[in-house]
């Protein structure tokens, strides 16, 4: 039972740091623990709103004098909501938010609590970005820390490969500068090694001339009509498109919303294309492939700028709207069984109500993802073909079981195909989750590094490699 939170300890927190100290029923506290999915409802017994490293550090050693577990909130945006500690101490960055560019050496110096929108638009002003996520409410760390999947990732590498240095608050509260010639163990863990290792407090990124446009094109079909068009989807992942495109499918039902033609409106169709960042001309070449795949019900071709594309979903993935949960798997090549595993979204009845099952996506890998040397990095399954998700939101906590236990089917229809799995999408599978994440020797690598950096496991609240022994 976690002890010695009451107001005299407290003081003695505000007193060694700048930031905000919350107690449960202070201005801010509620903000604070408040996450992403709805699900989670958790009462850290403090929240610290940290504005530097030096507070990142007096929360750390706080914690440990008063045995507090810890948890480390950036966007909020795990689907298990794990950054919040019950009755713990909650390290929130969102005041950390700050990024600094310098377009003459195509650097940005990203704080820990940014959000991949605060990123992309100061980097924007410049013409410039690095590969970044789908959703701008999403925070940089998490999602840089597990890897950083985005439509710039197959022209410029994960988010992750674009790293040239952090800055880190260790589990002893020291504060180090990592990079190639820097506590390059720490480096090599840090990009795809998650949150096991320490608070970053900052990411220098390398940035990328792409100027401010992007391309969408799709063609979207029914069901009967997907099987045949998919299968030629399929030949064009990998290499055989440019690098600026990121091939994309997705399976569900349509909402029943104004903007949606009345001929799409709840319809489960799949539909099938690719993601241009850059010159709309020049992506306009694709055109003629995705029209070879077959004959759709609806087209889309749409240019719009690259800060509109990063936040096409944003709505969708709206905190604390809904409940969600998802899983996710990683494909090294897409035989016709699971094509149409996907299609069926999980379930082997036609007959069923398909407006309640979860959306299934691919995003193709492959280009500077797969070029990039396996063992630079912790970063696993370089190799994938495509990375399969299937996602399910809803309101009503009694539909709980029902809304996941349909995303679990989905999941399980596509695992016989799976080559393992991204750690950023891992849900509730524990440690065989984290076994699939990684390979084994990376595994035995970053546990020596949580044996040397964390040996007690304080930041345990993630996908968690243990230090104490070496995962077989």
């Known amino acids: 039972m976690i002890n010695n939170t009451g107001p005299a300890y407290v003081s003695q927190l505000r007193r060694s740091m700048d930031g905000q100290v919350l107690l449960p029923g202070d201005d801010g506290y509620d903000s604070a623990r408040r996450v992403w999915n709805a699900m989670v409802d958790r009462h850290p017994a403090v929240a610290v709103r940290c504005v530097s490293h030096a507070d990142v550090s007096a929360a750390i050693n706080f914690a440990r004098q008063h045995d507090l577990e810890i948890g480390v909130r950036c966007g909020g945006h795990s689907i298990l909501g794990i950054c919040v500690p019950d009755g713990g101490l909650l390290i929130d960055l969102s005041g950390m938010r700050t990024v600094r560019v310098d377009p003459d050496v195509r650097r940005a110096w990203v704080q820990g609590g940014a959000l991949l929108g605060d990123l992309d638009r100061a980097a924007q002003e410049f013409g410039l970005a690095t590969t970044a996520g789908n959703v701008s409410h999403t925070g940089v760390g998490g999602l840089t820390l597990g890897g950083g999947m985005g439509w710039l990732a197959r022209r410029f590498g994960l988010a992750c490969d674009n790293v040239a240095s952090y800055e880190i608050v260790t589990a002893d509260g020291a504060t180090l500068r990592v990079s190639e010639s820097q506590h390059q ?4 863990g840090l990009r795809g090694g998650g949150g096991n290792l320490g608070v970053v407090t900052e990411f220098e990124f390398r940035l990328h001339q792409i100027g401010t446009s992007a391309l969408l094109i799709d063609n979207t079909f029914d069901l009967t009509e997907a099987p045949l068009a998919m299968r030629r989807w399929r030949d064009l992942l990998g290499d055989h498109v440019p690098a600026q495109a990121t091939p994309v499918a997705w399976v569900g039902t349509i909402a029943d919303s104004p903007g949606v033609p009345s001929l799409l409106r709840n319809r489960t169709v799949a539909s099938l294309g690719f993601v241009w960042v850059g010159d709309p001309d020049e992506g306009r070449q694709l055109v003629p492939l995705v029209e070879s795949l077959g004959t759709p019900i609806a087209t889309r071709i ?38 149409d595993a996907f299609l069926s979204q999980g379930e082997p009845d036609p007959g069923v109500d398909r407006s309640r099952l979860p959306n299934g996506s691919l995003q193709g890998y492959g280009g500077a993802i797969a070029a990039t040397s396996d063992d630079e990095s912790a970063f696993s399954h370089r190799n994938a073909l495509v990375e399969f998700l299937a996602s399910t939101r809803w309101t009503d906590a009694a539909e709980d079981s029902q809304f996941i236990g349909a995303a679990r089917r989905f999941g399980a229809a596509l695992e016989p195909y799976a080559s393992g799995v991204y750690v950023n999408v891992l849900a509730d599978e524990g440690e065989r989750g984290v076994r699939r994440a990684y390979s084994a020797d990376k595994l035995a690598r970053l546990a020596t590094l949580k044996r040397r950096y964390d040996p007690d496991n304080l930041f345990h609240l993630n996908q968690n490699i243990r230090p104490s022994k070496v995962i077989d």
């Open 185 to 188: 163990d720490l480096f090599w």
């Open 302 to 339: 749409e240019e719009l700028s690259y800060l509109r594309l990063q936040t096409l979903d944003d709505e969708v993935h709206r905190p604390g709207s809904y409940r969600r949960y998802f899983k996710g798997h990683y494909l090294s090549e897409l035989r016709d069984e699971a094509i």
